[in-house]
């Protein structure tokens, strides 16, 4: 059924069809109720490709994140998609990949797509390379960064204050007179290394400050954070505390230690970051820093919406991280 078809049955022009598909005013009343019901009836639904060559907009937004497969990324990929679903926007995630590489050819790919708009989860895309690829593929469209921000004319970043979230953790397991502590992390993503800046300083700060030297490296994985857990026993068997940057190899962590026979929380106190589902299905129960995804999420479809609406948002917004005292602290 086309426009066509739906004006010759309402005795109607096409064009009278096409004001009203685009709530355009100028039309009676009872004629826009004549072809709304037409449209119900037959279950009429706009091309939007054709629609685009005329507007302009292709009502196509770009979401770029190195792995679906991480529940964190996952998570804030859903809460984006249906937030921009609700304003008309359709999605299209595109795994990158983690080298520069992988993610400067994932943006060159988008290029060859007519979408309005970008976004960017994680800290990972905040990097000269991307910036380049950026400023030279999509120069002019609206782009929102998840957990980043990139100094160009065009970007808006929402940003989390992790730094001082895990100071806070450090200290909730001094305050438990576990001082001596190991911090974990996956990567080198500018996100991690504020977290291992905040570790540090806390660390610095406490009574163990020799456990600074206690940084580890384990991919994001349960595989990893098992085996850097063993690690961890072997080389300081007086461990007091870890500090993992995500949750799923802190979970991990916590199984290793008690099979190891080591007491969670009397023993050794853990803490994960990202506050996901693993975090309730962990036994016990994992304490995390909760860098406030849904809001994250949130802030960042709506700073896209605006700029995509014309308006003019900040560039950049600091929501603040809170910790989840569950069962191992």
Known sequence: MT?????????????????????????????RQKIEELLKE?????????RGLVNRSSKMIGILITDIRYAHYMDIAFFVEQELSRAGYTCLIVNTGTTDESKVDAIHRLAQRQIDGLLTVGSTFQCD??????????????????????????????????????????????????????????????????????FLQ??????????????????????????????????????????????????????????AGVKVPQQVNVIGVDNTRYCEICNPKLTALDNMML???????????ESLNGNNPPARIMLFSRIIQRETT
Request: charged letters at 25%; one cysteine or more.
């Open 129 to 198: 390379a991307v910036k380049e690829a950026l400023a030279k593929s999509f120069p002019d469209i609206p782009i929102a960064m998840a957990n980043g921000y990139l100094p160009l004319p065009n970007v808006k970043g929402v940003l989390v204050d992790e730094y001082n979230g895990v100071m806070e953790c450090v200290k909730l397991m001094q305050e438990n007179n576990h001082h001596k502590i190991a911090f974990i992390r996956p990567n080198s993503t500018p996100a991690n290394l504020n977290k291992q800046k905040g």
């Open 295 to 305: 809001e994250m999420s949130m802030e960042s479809s709506r700073i896209l919406l």
């Open 3 to 31: 426009i066509y078809d739906i004006a010759k049955k309402a005795g109607v022009s096409a064009s009278t069809v096409s004001r009203v598909v685009n709530n355009k005013p100028g039309i009676k009343p009872e004629t």
């Open 202 to 259: 806390a660390t610095r700060e406490g009574k163990a400050p020799e456990c600074a030297d206690w940084i580890y490296q384990a991919a994001t994985s349960l595989e990893e954070g098992y085996r850097v857990t063993q690690q961890i026993l072997r080389e300081h068997p007086d461990v007091e505390g870890l500090m993992f940057c995500e949750d799923e190899a802190a979970v991990s962590g916590v199984r290793a230690l008690t099979d």
């Open 42 to 50: 037959y279950g009429y639904t706009p091309n939007e490709t054709a």
